[in-house]
RNA sequence: GUGCCCAUAGUGUAGCGGCAACACUAGAGUUUGUGGAACUCUCAUCACGGGUUCGAAUCCCGUUGGGCACCCCA
């Protein structure tokens, strides 16, 4: 038989784009950063929760804003066989929200302290900071009352989070952005200054005068950030108990010392938001690390019972980015201190048992067992820094014995094998 | 979606129309049971597809992916 196959090089399959494996480098990282994350939900006292990936289309358009950007123009659809569109959920808050109703979860006790992390998936072009899979952190605050003490509460989780992370000087900017009383006046009086002026407004701005007046605060192109200047200011249209909230944050945010700011024209994108907006920022990087606010309509324009909530996201790459720039470390190695050398066949059997034997007693050990070798295999056991190897060879196994080798100083002495694992205990300690 | 830049070993780079090179990493070894040094060897049909050319990693077009910015956002 000839060989007529020729050798083809299949065309490698790249991920897809702004979608990025974490690689086992990065792992030790990652484990930090979610363990981080963790411990700050516990000590705030948050359940964990977990979503689907996948929800339905209608989670996101009636919650988010039809006219907003993360439902406009960055939902990832996903048809069903049936013919169903789903949506690769694109925050973690409206699947929150869904399943408070759907499982009744206000009986958990007020107020209702969730978190949560996982992949968050937006269609979108792939730049610093952003990703079409990224992953987020996050806390909900859910209960009857709309207390300012959870809006505090929420940021404080954020902020320690990035404080336990080593991450110094990050900044909090704060807003309000009025409530379903307020705000249509607010609207009236942005649309009174901004109508006569349209014709400078750039083109986006000029759009959304029409479908989402509050955007235009947030616009950066320079002509309308000088319009911007003279624009009314939120924080002046607000109602009694728009203000008396905002003005308690105020307090709480000086009683606990969070280095904050005001900044008028934050408006976030999404529309469930009411009163308090907030994001968090690290020196040097233009991003947000963490971003979120108060969302008192939310639960019910998903058919639940009023119930006013709040809540922060954390994203996870872009934290790991600013811990990798600014050269932070947080990951200890963590070395075991010992080493299986085998030679022969009959050695690498009683290699696997011994490493078998040293787990029971609950001992780390290290091993390149694939490797033939001596010679090999002591590289590696210096190359891992371990303090002994143990080296079982024909003569050892024969003799029901093992070789126990000082790294440092190269003295060797041999024990027997059913000695072997309180021989290590003692000198590990 | 739009604009600009980019793509050569696992990583970082050289090669600029005529034999794909260097460093690091990784693997094997330097006479067979003892590591850290040194040395030797191995690892790329130059992202993919097409075109121009006697000849393409190199020039042109397309695709995919990457980077940056806008929009928007964690």
């Given amino acids: 038989m000839s060989k007529l196959v020729k050798k083809i090089k299949p065309n490698v399959i790249a991920s897809p784009k702004g979608m990025h494996d974490i690689l086992p480098a990065d792992q030790p990282l990652w484990e930090k950063v979610r363990k981080a994350a963790r411990d700050v939900a516990a000590y705030y006292n948050f359940s964990r929760i977990d979503t689907p990936i996948l929800e339905k289309a209608e989670l996101f358009t009636r919650t988010l804003g039809e006219v907003s950007d993360v439902v406009e123009k960055q939902m990832f659809e996903v048809k069903t066989k049936g013919g169903d569109s789903l949506i690769l959920r694109p925050e973690g808050t409206a699947p929150i929200a869904r399943s408070y109703i759907e499982n009744g979860l206000s009986h958990l006790g007020q107020p209702v302290k969730l978190y949560y992390e996982g992949p968050m998936f937006r269609y979108e072009q792939p730049q610093a900071g952003r990703f079409r899979q990224f992953h ?169 019972r009023q119930s006013p909530g709040v809540g922060g996201a954390i994203g996870l790459e872009r934290v790991i980015e600013v811990i990798k720039a600014k050269e932070i470390n ?56 371990s303090e002994w190897a143990l080296i079982l060879g024909q003569q050892e196994v024969f003799e029901q014995s093992i070789i126990i080798r000082d790294m440092k100083s190269g003295a060797q002495e041999t024990v027997p094998l059913k000695k072997a694992v309180d021989v290590i205990k003692r000198k590990l300690r």
Avoid: W
Wanted: glycine share 8%; net charge positive; aromatic share 10%.
């Fill in 136 to 304: 987020q952190a996050g806390f909900e605050i859910i209960s009857n009352e709309n207390d300012t003490v959870y809006d505090i509460q929420i940021m404080l989780s954020c902020y320690r989070l990035l404080e336990d992370l080593k991450l110094k000087e990050v900044g909090i900017q704060i807003n309000s952005t009025g409530c379903q009383r307020c705000r249509p006046g607010f609207r009236k009086k942005l649309l009174d200054y901004y109508r006569p002026k349209e014709k400078s407004l750039c083109g986006d701005c000029s759009r959304r005068l029409k479908v989402n007046p509050m955007r235009l605060l947030d616009c950066k192109v320079p002509s309308c950030v000088e319009l911007k200047k003279d624009s009314p200011n939120i924080l002046d249209g607000l109602c009694f108990d728009c203000k008396r909230h905002f003005k308690r944050l105020l307090e709480f945010l000086e009683e606990t010392k969070l280095p904050y700011s005001l900044n008028q024209y934050l408006v976030r994108g999404l529309d469930y938001y009411s009163k308090t907006v907030f994001e968090m920022f690290a020196g040097g990087f233009d991003y947000a690390l963490a971003a979120g606010g108060r969302y008192d309509y939310l639960i019910d324009s998903l058919g639940g």
């Fill in 330 to 385: 947080l990951v200890g190695k963590i070395k075991p201190k010992l080493f299986m050398i085998h030679m022969g066949d009959l050695a690498q059997i009683k290699a696997i048992g011994m490493i078998e034997e040293l787990r029971r007693a609950n001992i780390d050990v290290r091993e390149s067992l694939g490797k033939e070798s001596l010679k090999a295999q002591l590289k590696m056991a210096d190359k891992f820094k």
